[in-house]
């Protein structure tokens, strides 16, 4: 089954660290794959997406992530983590014609002082 | 200010009941959906519409109806047959791009 994999459930990181946050995904061909970011109680916003091209793309925030075909995976970076970054973040993808995305079980971030 | 809009924020069934959730949007978008979110799972699909008058199952249909009588509004029925209806559920929809825009989500508790 096509899906998106998110391995890390919660990652701590102090205010300025570097931060990396994991995606893996199972498509057979190249997909549609996304970023969202959401804060308690509140509905998703859409960090980045990738579709094709440039394998390194830019998001809103400060946020970058890197398409690895060789590896399935769509990581998401940030060189230096503020502390209104704590929130969930979501890897979600999908193929083809299924217009339907398919989305990780998502990534708690804590930012420490 | 263009937008999707979900009422209530918070939402309470007792026990036999049905329940609706609105969602409305002024994006002039063709596609809707609606997900489940539960602690530790992610986001998953119960129905989407691509065009006003049709919608698809999603993955977890069951117990769940709508309707799309109209461009705006894609309202969400949990019905006495979902038995486990407690969680955050969230509406969205897409226009001609591939972006997702969100509703604020709607809290939903089982008294």
């Known amino acids: 089954a096509q899906s998106v994999t998110q391995p890390d459930i919660h990652i701590t990181v102090s205010e300025g660290a570097s931060l990396e946050l994991r995606c893996n995904y199972s498509y057979g061909a190249t997909p549609y794959l996304f970023w969202y970011v959401q804060s308690p109680g509140q509905g998703l916003q859409l960090l980045l997406k990738y579709f094709s091209g440039d394998t390194l793309v830019q998001g809103i925030k400060g946020f970058e992530a890197e398409f690895k075909r060789s590896q399935s995976s769509f990581n998401l970076r940030k060189p230096s983590v503020h502390w209104s970054d704590a929130a969930e973040y979501f890897c979600?993808?999908?193929?083809?014609?299924?217009?339907?995305?398919?989305f990780g079980s998502g990534t708690q971030l804590t930012v420490l002082p | 200010d263009g937008g999707i809009t979900q009422s209530p924020k918070y939402l309470f069934r007792k026990e036999g009941q049905n329940v609706t959730l609105s969602c409305e949007q002024n994006l002039n978008h063709d596609a809707m959906y609606w997900y489940r979110q539960d602690p530790g799972q992610g986001l998953r699909l119960i129905y989407y519409s691509q065009i006003v008058n049709d919608f698809q199952k999603g993955d977890i249909a069951e117990g769940y109806s709508v309707s799309r009588e109209k461009k705006e509004s894609f309202p969400l029925t949990v019905t006495s047959a979902q038995k486990n209806p407690t969680a955050f559920y969230l509406c969205?929809?897409?226009?001609?791009?591939?972006?997702?825009?969100f509703g604020s989500g709607t809290q939903l508790s089982v008294l």
């Open positions: 979600a993808g999908y193929s083809g014609s299924a217009r339907q995305l398919t």
């Open positions: 969205a929809s897409r226009g001609d791009t591939e972006k997702l825009f």
